[in-house]
C-alpha cells in the first residue's frame, strides 16, 4: 500500500531551468494538493484538484503550473525556477467529498534547491 | 488576520518524561483543528482531530485538548519514548481553507 508517492526525493537546479515534480496515488482519492514548506513557516497550498481535468490555485500559485490528466497523477510544473522557489515541496490527497475535511494523506515531500 | 500560533518553538525532554505543546488559534470561523506528527524527512501524519463540540480526545499517548473559548489547543504526550521525536503541527480548518501552524520541535532523548 504505496499511498502518495513523490519523486524525486531531492533535486538541485539553476536558476531559470525548468522541472516536474512528480506526485501519485493509489488510493483512489478525488481531491490532490500540492504544499510547500520553508523553514519556519507553515505549509502553504500552492494549487489542488477536486477530480481529474479540474485544477485551482491554492494561496502561492505564482511560478507553478499543475495538470490533472488522471485520478492517480497530479504534477507540479516550475516553468522558470527562481532562488525564492527553493523550499520542500508536499504532494496530498483526500477521499472526502467535502474539501479541506478529511485528514489529507501526505507524500514524503521533494527538497528542491535552486541555486 | 488568520493565524495559528504554536509554543514552544522547540523542546527537549528526556524519555520516559511527558510534555504539553500549545496552539492559539484566531481562525474563524472554526470548523475544526487537526494534530499532525511530522517525522524528519517524511510527510506530516494526522493524529487526531478536535470539532467545535469536543473538549478532549485521546489517541494511545497522545491526548489533545480543545478550550473553542480562548480559542487553544494543547497535545499532551504521555511517557515518552525515542520514537515521539518529531515536529508536531496544529492545523485549524475554517469554512474553505486549512491554516498551518509553524509547529513544534520536539527532541526526546534516552
Known amino acids: 500500500n504505496a499511498g502518495v508517492t513523490q519523486t524525486p526525493k531531492f533535486r538541485i537546479l539553476k536558476i531559470g531551468q525548468s522541472m516536474t515534480l512528480q506526485c501519485t496515488q493509489d488510493?483512489?482519492?478525488?481531491?490532490m494538493y500540492w504544499y510547500r514548506q520553508d523553514p519556519g513557516m507553515g505549509l502553504k497550498l500552492i494549487y489542488y484538484?477536486?477530480?481529474?481535468?479540474?485544477?485551482d490555485k491554492g494561496e502561492v500559485p505564482n511560478g507553478y503550473n499543475v495538470s490533472r490528466s488522471t485520478t492517480e497523477d497530479f504534477p507540479l510544473r516550475l516553468e522558470l525556477a527562481a532562488p525564492s522557489q527553493t523550499s520542500v515541496y508536499f504532494c496530498?490527497?483526500?477521499?472526502?467529498?467535502?474539501?479541506?475535511?478529511?485528514?489529507?494523506?501526505f507524500g514524503d515531500g521533494t527538497r528542491l534547491s535552486i541555486l | 488576520k488568520n493565524q495559528v500560533e504554536q509554543s514552544p518553538q522547540s523542546l527537549i525532554i528526556l524519555e520516559g518524561k511527558n510534555c504539553t505543546l500549545q496552539?492559539?488559534?484566531?481562525?474563524?470561523?472554526?470548523?475544526?483543528l487537526r494534530w499532525y506528527k511530522q517525522d524528519t524527512g517524511r510527510g506530516p501524519v494526522s493524529l487526531t482531530i478536535?470539532?467545535?463540540?469536543?473538549n478532549t480526545k485521546s489517541n494511545g499517548r497522545y491526548t489533545a485538548t480543545l478550550d473553542a473559548d480562548t480559542k487553544q489547543s494543547s497535545l499532551h504526550i504521555t511517557a515518552s519514548q525515542l520514537s515521539d521525536s518529531a515536529s508536531y503541527i496544529c492545523?485549524?480548518?475554517?469554512?474553505?481553507?486549512?491554516?498551518f501552524g509553524t509547529g513544534t520541535r520536539l527532541q526526546v532523548f534516552p
Open positions: 496530498a490527497s483526500s477521499p472526502s467529498r467535502d474539501l479541506f475535511n478529511q485528514p489529507q494523506h
Open positions: 488510493m483512489n482519492h478525488n481531491y
Open positions: 484538484s477536486v477530480g481529474a481535468g479540474i485544477t
Open positions: 496552539c492559539n488559534y484566531t481562525v474563524s470561523p472554526f470548523s475544526n
Open positions: 478536535m470539532t467545535f463540540s469536543e
Open positions: 492545523v485549524v480548518r475554517n469554512t474553505d481553507k486549512l491554516i
